[in-house]
């Protein structure tokens, strides 16, 4: 089944613990992105990756890092996470530049 | 001035309504279109993907881009109960790195 899986699902953390978000898809897509969902703000690009090893920042980077080793994969890291980056994140991937997004589950972050 | 703006609804309608989503947008370089369609607790699901303006149908779904008015729609005929759920259209221009996304439409349909 074609499919983008997050890891983990939900997390309640405290400030400063660095975490990762996983992300995997198995469709061979070339693009991948993250996005955070946010009552009244929708969902808000923070980094996308158009191939391995290439990545750029979307609308809100602050705070978060990506890495592109494996085309299947893109985890999102945050250093040193704070209350303001909890919300619900999701990772998506497409085929090429003009296809639509394929969206994961979901990862609902709290930070205390 | 958002890009994209979607009414929050929650917008309720019984079982068999026709029903009308929309947005509009002021970005005339936007070519592509989506809708998609969030339960709660999963991610968003694509329903109709359009390029340019015209209609698109999918079973009970038609998705209609007025690029003339930068205003788009979807429609559901004959509504379901299991079409409750909330409603995000999102649009990209040529070759887009990034969608913008609507804030959503809450659906309910009750039996």
């Known amino acids: 089944e074609a499919q983008v899986t997050q890891n983990p699902r939900y997390l309640i953390t405290v400030t400063g613990k660095k975490l990762t978000v996983t992300c995997s898809q198995n469709m061979n897509h070339e693009y991948m992105s993250w996005y955070r969902q946010d009552p009244g703000l929708g969902l808000r690009q923070i980094y996308y990756s158009m191939n391995v090893e290439v990545t750029d920042k979307g609308d809100v980077p602050e705070g978060y890092k990506v890495s592109r080793k494996e085309k299947r994969n893109f985890p999102l890291i945050l250093e040193s996470p704070s209350p303001n980056q909890t919300s619900l994140y999701f990772c998506?991937?497409?085929?090429?530049?003009?296809?639509?997004?394929?969206f994961g589950d979901g990862t609902r972050l709290s930070i205390l | 001035q958002k890009e994209v703006e979607q009414d929050p609804g929650p917008l309720s309608v019984p079982e068999g309504a026709i029903v009308s989503l929309n947005c509009t947008y002021s970005?005339?370089?936007?070519?592509?279109f989506m809708w998609y369609r969030q339960y709660s607790r999963k991610g968003p699901e694509l329903l109709m993907y359009t390029y340019s303006s015209g209609n698109k149908e999918d079973g009970r779904f038609t998705a209609q881009v007025d690029k003339s008015s930068k205003y788009i729609s979807l429609f559901i005929r004959d509504s379901q109960p299991s079409d409750s759920a909330t409603y995000l259209c999102?649009?990209?221009?040529?070759?887009?790195?990034?969608?913008?996304f609507g804030t959503g439409t809450r659906l309910l349909v009750s039996p």
């Open positions: 970005n005339s370089a936007f070519q592509y």
């Open positions: 998506a991937s497409r085929r090429d530049r003009n296809q639509p997004q394929h």
């Open positions: 999102a649009m990209g221009g040529t070759g887009f790195q990034k969608l913008v």
